[in-house]
């Protein structure tokens, strides 16, 4: 019978803890938004800077970094248009402006030189000259000392010469 108290003695705080903890949570979840950013293979990046821009104020304020897996949990205290920029070495920076809406998530992907190269080499593949020379000035962009990026570049330069194709 002592035991029997006991327990329940236990039970009633944690089951008032919980639903505290839930009531909380609840009010989070209406400012909270996750944001989740992948590199060039779809894996989680890590350490890239989290940066929010009020439409209002133009004010550009640092939010933190993403987690181990790419992931990142903001909490916004006011529902109005924001600018979401980020920010990683070796990566394109990337910013989407966004309506705050609670319990959502926006998704980034975050493309290296590599990445980007290899992307013109697929629209190359398909004569997709104009969106190859794309992704080469984007990658020249971010690194523009690599003689594979000038290398690809002129060869579809060369191609859309030939061809006289901007676009098959």
């Known amino acids: 019978m002592k035991r029997f108290l006991l327990q329940i003695i236990l039970t009633i705080p944690v089951i008032l803890f919980v639903s505290c903890a839930s009531a909380k949570q609840d009010d989070m979840s209406e400012k909270a938004m996750f944001v989740l950013i992948y590199d060039g293979s779809n894996t989680g990046l890590s350490g890239v800077k989290v940066f929010v ?3 209002d104020d ?4 640092f939010l933190g970094t993403s987690d181990i897996n790419g992931h990142f ?16 070495d070796g990566y394109e920076s990337a910013s989407k402006f966004f309506e ?7 998704y980034f992907r975050l493309l290296t030189v590599d990445d980007l190269l290899s992307e013109a080499e697929k629209a190359l593949d398909v004569r997709n000259y104009s969106k190859a020379l794309a992704y080469c000035n984007r990658a020249f962009a971010l690194d523009d000392t690599r003689k594979d990026t000038a290398f690809l570049q002129k060869i579809i330069l060369n191609k859309i010469d030939k061809k006289g194709a901007k676009n098959e």
């Open 53 to 55: 821009t009020k439409e």
């Open 58 to 61: 133009g004010e550009r304020q």
């Open 73 to 88: 949990f903001m909490i916004l205290k006011e529902r109005t248009n924001y600018t979401l920029s980020l920010e990683k």
């Open 100 to 106: 705050f809406r609670g319990m959502t998530g926006l």
